[in-house]
């Protein structure tokens, strides 16, 4: 009997222990899908207040170029010398943004930083086509930079004949007389799609490590559009005026420091036998497309974002923003378990 007794207390410590565990386990799920929940709606919060303040910022640059433009200093002629050509280093956002204008302990710590960039102070792949086809003289300027870069010359036809291809898909179709398809039709249903940012030529057959490099040379926009001389690097003046080699292209960046150009009849002078190259069609000194880089950090969250915009005259609108978000390895953790996509 006393064996018997022992033997259900036994079982019953057991059983008393197993309930235990299993409520631990319930309780430590139910835990950490709460921190989960929590952590999720954390960065949700800090996501949208980090996209409402960018959008504040691109904003502020949209006006900053708009009130550049209708002042008209320097004769409408864009430099590197004017408030937008200025960086943004990291700046303190976090008085600014609280209530009571104070910073308190356990606030987050906001930063924000940017630039504006002369997008036509880079070579537009644009410029390869003309009337819809390879231009063998925008060829032969990007072949110079290429040169210049140390890059494969080889890459250049093949993306001059992706981007032809490209533009004949997105331009719109013409039917011919007497009913049928377009020769072209086969051509263009395998062509690629037109890319809308310099990040995407590698779908033109740009190897990654080339696009890397040209980067800070080359930009893509809707149009045709010259390089301003007033903002070009000395890489880009060398392919972009005949008869120009290095030397000569880091002479005018030295000259243009010490003043800008008001006009191109300006730089001719300026530069004397070296000016004549400069034609009207290829270069100008003022620009209508600009690049907005902006970088927001929230405690360990860090936001870039990248925006194009086109001014024409008082008007200034974005044409793309595109973004990326970095952070936090707690947060980081808990968004890899979300199945829900980022807005």
Request: hydrophobic share 45%.
């Given at each position: 009997?006393?064996?018997?007794?022992?033997?259900?207390?036994?079982?019953?410590?057991?059983s008393a222990m197993v309930v235990v565990a299993l409520v631990a386990t319930i309780a430590s799920a139910a835990l950490w899908q709460q921190?989960?929940?929590?952590?999720?709606?954390?960065?949700?919060?800090?996501?949208?207040?980090?996209?409402?303040?960018?959008?504040?910022?691109?904003?502020?640059?949209?006006?900053?170029?708009?009130?550049?433009?209708?002042?008209?200093?320097?004769?409408?002629?864009?430099?590197?010398?004017?408030?937008?050509?200025?960086?943004?280093?990291?700046?303190?956002?976090?008085?600014?943004?609280?209530?009571?204008?104070?910073?308190?302990?356990?606030?987050?710590?906001?930063?924000?930083?940017?630039?504006?960039?002369?997008?036509?102070?880079?070579?537009?792949?644009?410029?390869?086509?003309?009337?819809?086809?390879?231009?063998?003289?925008?060829?032969?300027r990007f072949a110079k930079l290429f040169q210049r870069l140390d890059l494969p010359v080889a890459q250049l036809p093949v993306l001059a004949?992706?981007?032809?291809?490209?533009?004949?898909?997105?331009?719109?179709?013409?039917?011919?007389?007497?009913?049928?398809?377009?020769?072209?039709?086969?051509?263009?249903?395998?062509?690629?799609?037109?890319?809308?940012?310099?990040?995407?030529?590698?779908?033109?057959?740009?190897?990654?490590?080339?696009?890397?490099?040209?980067?800070?040379?080359?930009?893509?926009?809707?149009?045709?559009?010259?390089?301003?001389?007033?903002?070009?690097?000395?890489p880009v003046l060398e392919a972009m005026v005949p008869g120009l080699d290095a030397a000569g292209a880091s002479q005018w960046v030295s000259?243009?420091?010490?003043?800008?150009?008001?006009?191109?009849?300006?730089?001719?002078?300026?530069?004397?036998?070296?000016?004549?190259?400069?034609?009207?069609?290829?270069?100008?000194?003022?620009?209508?497309?600009?690049?907005?880089?902006?970088?927001?950090?929230?405690?360990?969250?860090?936001?870039?974002?990248?925006?194009?915009?086109?001014?024409?005259?008082?008007?200034?609108?974005?044409?793309?923003?595109?973004?990326?978000?970095?952070?936090?390895?707690?947060?980081?953790?808990?968004?890899?378990?979300?199945?829900?996509?980022?807005?």
């Amino acid at each position: 009997m006393k064996r018997q007794n022992t033997m259900q207390r036994g079982a019953a410590l057991l059983s008393a222990m197993v309930v235990v565990a299993l409520v631990a386990t319930i309780a430590s799920a139910a835990l950490w899908q709460q921190w989960r929940q929590v952590e999720i709606e954390t960065a949700e919060r800090g996501r949208s207040q980090t996209q409402w303040m960018m959008t504040g910022a691109l904003d502020w640059t949209r006006l900053i170029l708009r009130e550049d433009a209708l002042s008209g200093q320097g004769g409408n002629a864009d430099h590197l010398g004017e408030p937008w050509a200025l960086p943004v280093q990291e700046s303190k956002l976090s008085t600014f943004l609280s209530q009571d204008q104070q910073w308190h302990e356990g606030d987050s710590e906001v930063f924000l930083s940017g630039q504006i960039t002369d997008a036509q102070s880079r070579m537009n792949v644009m410029t390869l086509l003309e009337n819809g086809r390879v231009s063998p003289e925008a060829l032969a300027r990007f072949a110079k930079l290429f040169q210049r870069l140390d890059l494969p010359v080889a890459q250049l036809p093949v993306l001059a004949a992706r981007l032809q291809q490209a533009a004949a898909r997105s331009a719109p179709a013409t039917a011919p007389a007497g009913g049928g398809s377009t020769p072209s039709s086969t051509t263009s249903a395998d062509a690629p799609l037109m890319p809308q940012q310099t990040s995407q030529l590698v779908w033109l057959g740009l190897s990654a490590d080339s696009l890397s490099v040209l980067a800070p040379y080359i930009t893509l926009l809707p149009v045709p559009t010259p390089v301003n001389l007033n903002t070009a690097s000395a890489p880009v003046l060398e392919a972009m005026v005949p008869g120009l080699d290095a030397a000569g292209a880091s002479q005018w960046v030295s000259q243009r420091e010490r003043g800008h150009w008001a006009s191109l009849d300006a730089a001719r002078q300026a530069l004397g036998p070296a000016g004549r190259g400069i034609d009207d069609k290829l270069h100008s000194v003022n620009s209508a497309y600009f690049e907005v880089r902006g970088r927001m950090r929230i405690d360990q969250v860090v936001q870039e974002e990248l925006a194009l915009v086109q001014r024409d005259g008082g008007q200034v609108r974005m044409l793309w923003r595109v973004r990326s978000a970095s952070r936090s390895n707690a947060r980081e953790a808990a968004l890899a378990t979300d199945p829900r996509p980022l807005q």
